[in-house]
Each structure stands twice: as structure tokens, then as C-alpha cells.
């Protein structure tokens, strides 16, 4: 796994990894949130043929702040392959 720069987990610690049967590592990363405010959450139903960067962007007007949506749902293992009618929690932020 390579953590690049610029990311979230940037300056985060990898603790440990652990291996699949298939071979696939699987990081455990631990980082720090800064205090953001208060978070809220609405929920949005997942339909055929979304995206979750247009759902980002729906919500934040910024697709690249997907991996907000994937944090407050981690029961959802790929974005890629989210069922329709998959119920999200959809976080925002209020100061």
C-alpha cells in the first residue's frame, strides 16, 4: 500500500497489515480528526446508475469529498458497487 502525498492519511501511522486468502493486504491506518464542528446526517437513498463522486457533489458541490460519505458508511466495502436502495448516511457539518 502507498500512502501519497496529499492524502488524508499522509501523516497517519499504518499499524499493522493483515492478508487476505486471495493475498490482498489490508492496512489498518489510524489518523487524527481535526474538530470540525457538529455533524449531522441526512440520508440518501442509493438509485441504479449513481455515482459517488455526483453524489458528493449533490451534497458538497466538490466530487472529490466523496470519501466523506464512505467514512460515515463503512458497512459499504466498494464505491464502486453500491446495491440500488442501499440507504447512505450523508454527513455535514455545522459550526
Do not use: C
Request: proline fraction near 7%; charged fraction near 20%; avoid cysteine.
Amino acid at each position: 500500500m502507498t500512502i501519497y502525498q496529499g492524502s488524508r492519511y499522509e501523516y497517519s501511522t499504518v499499524d499493522f497489515f493483515s492478508v487476505t486468502e486471495g493475498g490482498n493486504e489490508n492496512p489498518v491506518v489510524f489518523y487524527e480528526f481535526q474538530p470540525i464542528g457538529k455533524i449531522s446526517y441526512r440520508e440518501y437513498t442509493w438509485v441504479f446508475g449513481d455515482r459517488i463522486d455526483l453524489v458528493s457533489h449533490q451534497f458538497y458541490h466538490r466530487p472529490d469529498l466523496w470519501w466523506y460519505i464512505m467514512e460515515a458508511n463503512p458497512e459499504v466495502k466498494d464505491p464502486s458497487n453500491i446495491p440500488a436502495g442501499t440507504v447512505l448516511r450523508i454527513p455535514s457539518v455545522s459550526s
